[in-house]
């Protein structure tokens, strides 16, 4: 449905004189990026504004990505698969994590950062099948992949002392959906001739 509608928005504008007809496949895969990127969006959102739990969506949301786009790992195969997992992990975050209170929740912090920075050690950056990177670009990404979950679960732990639970396990929870994309990446992708 996404490709259909890229594609149709791409000849759109091609028949508009827009773009040039050689450029339209150019156009109709950024116009899928984009309408994935938007829907996704909106998918966060809605479940956000819906549980109530928007601020700690935000928080974990801007961790994670911006974490695994130096971390890297598993990409769905399509982009309703893509958008099932989005809806599957931010109902666990928003309804699950979200909720945690108490003691507990500085138990769970920790036991994220504890987890999940072993697995960005030992196996990131993990490229993706369909985007192979060169040796010094995976040493370039591994290298502010680890400096930035340090920095992260430094932070954690900050919060944590200064009595910032909730926050804590926003961040760390972001870390941690990093370090497991990252591992079934590296296993869904043993048999692709991926550079780890």
């Known amino acids: 449905m996404i490709s259909k509608l890229a594609k149709n928005i791409a000849h759109f504008f091609v028949v508009q004189n827009i773009t040039e007809e ?13 309408i994935s990127d938007v829907l996704n969006t909106i998918i966060v959102l809605l479940i956000a ?4 739990t928007l601020p700690a969506v935000v928080i974990f949301i801007a961790v994670f990505m911006g974490l695994r786009q130096f971390v890297g790992g598993y990409h769905a195969n399509s982009h309703l698969s893509c958008m099932f997992t989005l ?3 931010m109902l666990a975050f928003s309804y699950g994590i979200c ?22 050690f030992c196996i990131a950056p993990v490229p993706h099948p369909n985007k192979p990177m060169s040796e010094e670009k995976g040493v370039k990404l591994r290298k502010r992949g680890i400096i ?9 732990i900050v919060l944590l002392v200064f009595q910032y639970q909730k926050i804590s396990l926003y961040v760390s929870s972001g870390i941690l959906l990093s370090a497991i994309m990252a591992l079934l990446g590296r296993f869904l992708n043993r048999g692709d001739n991926s550079k780890r």
Request: proline content about 2%.
């Open 22 to 34: 050689s450029k339209e496949v150019i156009y109709a895969y950024g116009m899928e990026l984009l």
């Open 99 to 120: 909720n945690i209170s108490g003691q507990i929740t500085q138990i769970f912090s920790i036991g994220f950062i504890a987890t999940a920075l072993p697995v960005i």
């Open 148 to 156: 930035l979950a340090v920095a992260l679960s430094v932070a954690v």
């Open 87 to 89: 809806v599957m992990v």
């Open 49 to 52: 504004l819906i549980s109530h």
